[in-house]
């Protein structure tokens, strides 16, 4: 067996009966197992077979054309790269076209990436005007010294650099800017009545659905990862998640592991939970899935929701969420093995 099976995440998926294999690596001496994994955001768990079809066939290319990058023996920076521009491309995740909307009306998008062999980044926040914001974070990272890029300094970086830009209306779904509507008349609600204030505003329904992140382990033995979103429904203009936010919602070191996080991104950058996965692999040798687990927790505990996917430098996976109401749109592809995608039903 070329992979050693290490546990199987118990459960009911769409996509598979029983769930992946899942960390799947090898610390075979010497050998490297390249691997592309991707999450597509967090949402409710009564997610519908049609819902969950929508969002696969998607996800599905975004892993071949990561795939693609490793086959060739590309690198996990061009590998990552790949899978989350086929996502911010297609209207039906929140990153690029199809980005939620801010309190405003406008769509502004956040996107970083890091490089695990040099540990160099780049992110753009609060950007409206760029096609591909990862292509921004590289950009950042390629061609600044900086990490960090927001606001009009971005889309000016971008257009100067040749980067595709946009219309505001090119991002612009009618379901986007229906669930602003609902969250703007919901949180109208909660501030009113009395009673409506004793129930939760549930920042997980559909409408927040996807995020995306893309983490690679390269032949190289090289880790990279990436995330991208248009951040939370009605979030206030100017709010900065913790998708660019380097440590909080990505991060990469060949010594370690490879992160993206999605989920309620103000608690994610309290946690530094993309950092903690790595520091726990790291000085506290959990595996990659516990490490996962373990700041999935510390999440949880300060009233946040959504999931993290890793990878670890032998190629091991993890993928935690917070499993009470939330399921996570998650996928993985191995060199030669056909990409599979998943959404957790629950356990029975
Ligand atoms: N983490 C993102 C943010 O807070 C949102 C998400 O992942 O759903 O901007």
Not at 89 to 116: Q, R, W
Not at 233 to 238: A, D, E, F, I, L
Not at 273 to 289: G, I, N, P, R
Not at 336 to 342: C, D, F, L, N, R
Request: aromatic share 8%; hydrophobic share 40%.
């Amino acid at each position: 067996m070329r992979y050693e099976a290490l546990f199987t995440l118990k459960g009911r998926f769409y996509g598979g009966e029983s769930g992946p294999a899942r960390a799947n690596g090898c610390e075979c001496a010497g050998e490297i197992f390249p691997v592309i994994v991707i999450h597509g955001g967090t949402s409710g768990l009564d997610l519908t077979k049609e819902e969950f079809k929508i969002r696969e066939e998607p996800m599905k290319k975004a892993l071949l054309a990561g795939q693609a990058v490793l086959e060739k023996g590309g690198s996990a920076m061009d590998a990552v790269t790949a899978a989350i521009m086929v996502l911010e491309d297609d209207p039906n995740f929140n990153a690029g076209k199809g980005a939620v909307f801010t309190a405003d009306g406008f769509n502004e998008l956040d996107a970083s990436i890091m490089d695990g062999s040099t540990k160099k980044a780049g992110a753009f926040a609060m950007a409206r005007h760029i096609k591909n914001p990862i292509l921004g974070a590289r950009l950042v990272m390629d061609k600044t010294w900086h990490t960090l890029v927001a606001g009009e300094g971005a889309d000016k970086l971008a257009k100067e650099n040749g980067l595709e830009m946009v219309d505001q209306k090119y991002f612009f779904t009618q379901f986007r800017y229906d669930a602003l509507q609902k969250a703007k008349e919901k949180q109208k609600l909660l501030l009113d009545s009395e009673k409506a204030k004793k129930t939760s505003l549930n920042l997980h329904e559909r409408p927040y659905l996807g995020t995306v992140g893309a983490i690679a382990l390269d032949q190289n033995g090289n880790l990279a990862a990436a995330t991208s979103t248009g951040g939370m429904t009605n979030k206030m203009t100017g709010r900065i998640g913790d998708s660019p936010i380097i440590g909080s919602g990505t991060y990469a070191d060949n010594d370690s592991v490879a992160v993206s996080c999605t989920g309620t991104g103000d608690i994610y950058m309290r946690v530094n939970a993309a950092h903690e996965v790595s520091a726990l692999y790291k000085y506290k040798t959990q595996d990659v899935q516990k490490a996962a687990e373990d700041a999935i927790a510390q999440v949880k505990a300060l009233g946040g929701s959504g999931g993290i996917i890793s990878i670890d430098k032998n190629g091991h996976t993890g993928f935690a969420w917070t499993k009470d109401k939330l399921g996570m749109y998650h996928g993985e592809a191995r060199l030669g093995a056909k990409p599979i995608v998943y959404w957790p039903l629950g356990e029975k």
